[in-house]
């Protein structure tokens, strides 16, 4: 894709943010698939039993395994320099992430430059003591954060030198089709499987 960008659909348009560039992979791309089957979805399916399986049973709803299927819809790579940012936004489809793949030295724990933050149901405003709203993450190459596509979050513009580069991805769950005289499936896994075509970032 670095070699050849113009081979790759710009995704700028799309993308809530100001990032110096953001180029689309094709789900289907050898390399998306090995990634997207080894990591990124069992890591989707980890994220899903840990919450589920500590639910009582009558609420786990479709989230039941062998009811459903992931599917990754999109992916798309994301270069940020000095001064680029996204601001608080949520994703189509059920689930979403990122994998960071480089980060720029001066990035660290003493600043909030450059770091993921997740928002919560109320605005973060320290001057009415309102602190817990906020959940920063410092990226550090090879970590990969998963997160239901609704929740909001946002990425910080840092000072300096270097490019911090990261791999986003949504993906959706699907009901599982129902083999010849099986019992009938469920068809409310989410509300964004409604959705004629999922293609949001």
């Given at each position: 894709?670095?070699e050849q960008?113009?081979?790759?659909?710009?995704?700028?348009i799309?993308?809530?943010?100001?990032?110096?560039?953001?180029?689309?992979?094709?789900?289907?791309h050898?390399?998306?698939?090995?990634?997207?089957?080894?990591?990124?979805?069992?890591?989707?399916?980890?994220?899903?039993?840990h919450?589920?399986?500590?639910?009582?049973?009558?609420?786990?709803?479709?989230?039941?395994p062998?009811?459903?299927?992931?599917?990754?819809i999109?992916?798309w790579?994301?270069?940020q320099?000095a001064?680029?940012?996204n601001?608080?936004?949520?994703?189509?489809?059920?689930?979403?992430?990122?994998l960071?793949?480089?980060?720029?030295?001066?990035?660290?724990?003493?600043?909030?430059d450059?770091?993921?933050?997740?928002?919560?149901p109320?605005e973060?405003?320290?001057?009415?003591f309102?602190?817990?709203?906020?959940?920063?993450v410092l990226?550090a190459?090879g970590?990969?954060?998963?997160?239901?596509?609704?929740?909001?979050?946002s990425?910080?513009?840092?000072?300096?030198?270097g490019?911090?580069w990261?791999?986003?991805?949504n993906?959706i769950?699907?009901?599982?089709?129902?083999?010849?005289?099986?019992?009938?499936?469920?068809?409310?896994?989410?509300?964004?499987?409604?959705r004629?075509?999922?293609?949001?970032?």
């Open positions: 894709m670095l960008p113009e081979q790759y659909r710009d995704a700028s799309k993308l809530a943010g100001q990032l110096s560039q953001q180029r689309e992979f094709r789900p289907d050898p390399s998306v698939q090995a990634l997207c089957s080894t990591v990124l979805l069992p890591g989707c399916e980890r994220w899903i039993r919450v589920i399986d500590r639910q009582p049973p009558q609420g786990r709803g479709p989230w039941i062998g009811h459903y299927e992931l599917h990754m999109d992916v790579l994301n270069c320099r001064g680029d940012y601001p608080t936004h949520t994703h189509g489809g059920s689930f979403s992430g990122v960071f793949l480089q980060v720029p030295p001066q990035l660290n724990a003493r600043s909030f450059g770091q993921l933050c997740f928002h919560g109320e973060w405003n320290i001057q009415s309102r602190t817990g709203m906020a959940q920063y990226p190459p970590d990969f954060y998963i997160f239901p596509a609704w929740q909001p979050h990425v910080t513009p840092f000072r300096g030198d490019e911090r990261s791999l986003a991805f993906v769950a699907r009901p599982k089709a129902v083999p010849p005289g099986g019992p009938p499936g469920r068809s409310n896994i989410s509300l964004s499987s409604q004629p075509q999922v293609r949001g970032f």
